[in-house]
């Protein structure tokens, strides 16, 4: 297959950020969704868009192809919609309500500091992460159990918020993207303390670490992330963007 | 349970904790966290940017509302662009019919014959990027968007956009190769 240039693959390296919104504008957007999510019900029929993308397909569709063989044509499974229903309208004005803080993301946390501290966070824990996905370490809140019980259930028996996480990612996003990755990568440092390689976000976390030490001129290190993702989450969506972040 | 073992081993979330903590999940996190990719997909996909703020809301709405029948079997990311896919194709059927909007298709990439300045003002706007994805005819943008800028593997996006995965092999080698072009093309003398 063809395959992208150097020039083309360090080109869509440095108009990565294009397209992304203002902070105007992701507050706006965010304040109307918050509206219409708060409407109430009578805006909650969900459209089913969500739905339409399963990875069932897909599975389904790569075991068609196994079995027609090379040569034959991959036809996925065309049952269901393939467009989402007509999604229900956002009724909400756009500016309607006092644009919400971003503050939202940030307040727990300690203030970033200044862009121009470069030293880099030491890691507390080893990144050894499994290749494959394995299910999270049961927390301990009883003793073992006896043979004869009823098998433990598998998952996570105190759930963690998931929210701190997201807060965690999003800030060290947004902080490599305003300039300041050496304060991002205090952030996932603080993120992988707090949800080691089981977070719902862990790929993200990789993808950001990354983006933050190519900030810093560490490239040899960044691409040594981008190799560990690669190794971990061979599939993973961020591993493109990732690939070309020191471009 | 051999399809969901296959599904599950591409992902390093266990899907039975992704489930679970979802639902504690506020929307400000998610929007967040996502919104920049959301956002940019949309933008690459080809909507218009007048149309961009309805169809971000319409997926992170489509989102948050669907988010407790989110199994985790693909990453979040993934889920999200799927969505948004699906607003954005609606929104640029929608587009084609109307007139009057200024969609990124209607500027022109600058050619060879294009003055540096221009191409250097372009630049500065950012905007050589949406303008060369705007030349691709719609089914080779879609596949490069999301495979090539949004990372989606060619099978999630054949599943996505329903058509056979040699299609989306063929379209990917074909954006590939006007890319290529376009960027070389870039250094050309004037």
């Not at chain 1, 440095?14 to 706006?28: K, N, Y």
């Not at chain 2, 540096?116 to 905007?127: A, C, H, K, N």
């Not at chain 2, 989306?168 to 074909?174: C, G, T």
């Amino acid at each position: 297959m063809s395959e992208l240039s150097d020039e083309a693959k360090a080109f869509l390296a440095a108009h990565d950020d294009e397209g992304l919104p203002t902070p105007e504008e992701q507050l706006r957007v965010r304040t109307a969704i918050r509206s219409a999510i708060d409407a109430g019900p009578g805006t909650v029929e969900a459209p089913r868009s969500a739905g339409s993308f399963s990875l069932a397909k897909v599975v389904a569709g790569l075991t068609a192809a196994l079995l027609v063989g090379t040569g034959g044509a991959l036809l996925l499974s065309r049952e269901g919609p393939s467009t989402p229903q007509p999604p229900a309208p956002l009724e909400a004005p756009r500016v309607a309500t006092p644009p919400q803080p971003t503050a939202d993301l940030s307040a727990p946390l300690p203030p970033a500091p200044e862009p121009t501290s470069h030293a880099a966070p030491t890691r507390a824990v080893p990144r050894a992460r499994p290749a494959a996905p394995q299910p999270p370490e049961p927390i301990e809140t009883e003793p073992p159990r006896e043979a004869t019980s009823p098998p433990a259930p598998t998952t996570v028996a105190e759930p963690i918020d998931p929210t701190e996480e997201f807060r965690l990612i999003a800030q060290a996003q947004a902080s490599t993207r305003d300039g300041n990755p050496a304060w991002a990568l205090e952030l996932l440092t603080q993120h992988e303390r707090r949800f080691g390689g089981s977070g719902l976000l862990a790929e993200e976390a990789h993808a950001a670490r990354v983006k933050a030490l190519c900030g810093l001129g560490r490239v040899a290190e960044a691409r040594l992330e981008a190799e560990q993702l690669a190794t971990l989450n061979p599939s993973s969506v961020h591993l493109a963007r990732v690939d070309r972040a020191c471009w | 349970m051999a399809v969901t073992d296959l599904e599950a081993s591409r992902h390093s979330v266990p899907m039975t904790a992704l489930h679970t903590d979802a639902s504690k999940l506020s929307f400000e996190a998610l929007y967040d966290t996502h919104v920049g990719e959301v956002w940019r997909a949309v933008r690459r996909l080809g909507v218009a940017a007048s149309a961009v703020d309805d169809v971000v809301q319409e997926t992170f709405v489509t989102a948050w509302r669907s988010l407790a029948r989110f199994e985790g079997r693909s990453s979040l990311k993934t889920w999200l662009v799927g969505i948004a896919f699906n607003h954005a194709r609606h929104a640029l059927r929608a587009q084609g019919l109307r007139s009057g909007e200024t969609p990124v298709e209607s500027v022109t990439l600058p050619s060879g014959a294009s003055t540096p300045e221009e191409l250097v003002q372009r630049q500065r706007r950012g905007e050589l990027l949406l303008v060369m994805l705007s030349r691709l005819p719609e089914e080779q943008r879609t596949t490069f968007v999301l495979v090539e800028l949004e990372g989606l593997s060619a099978v999630e996006v054949a599943a996505l956009v329903q058509v056979p995965l040699n299609t989306i092999y063929s379209r990917l080698r074909l954006a590939r190769t006007a890319i290529n072009d376009a960027v070389a093309r870039l250094k050309e003398p004037a």
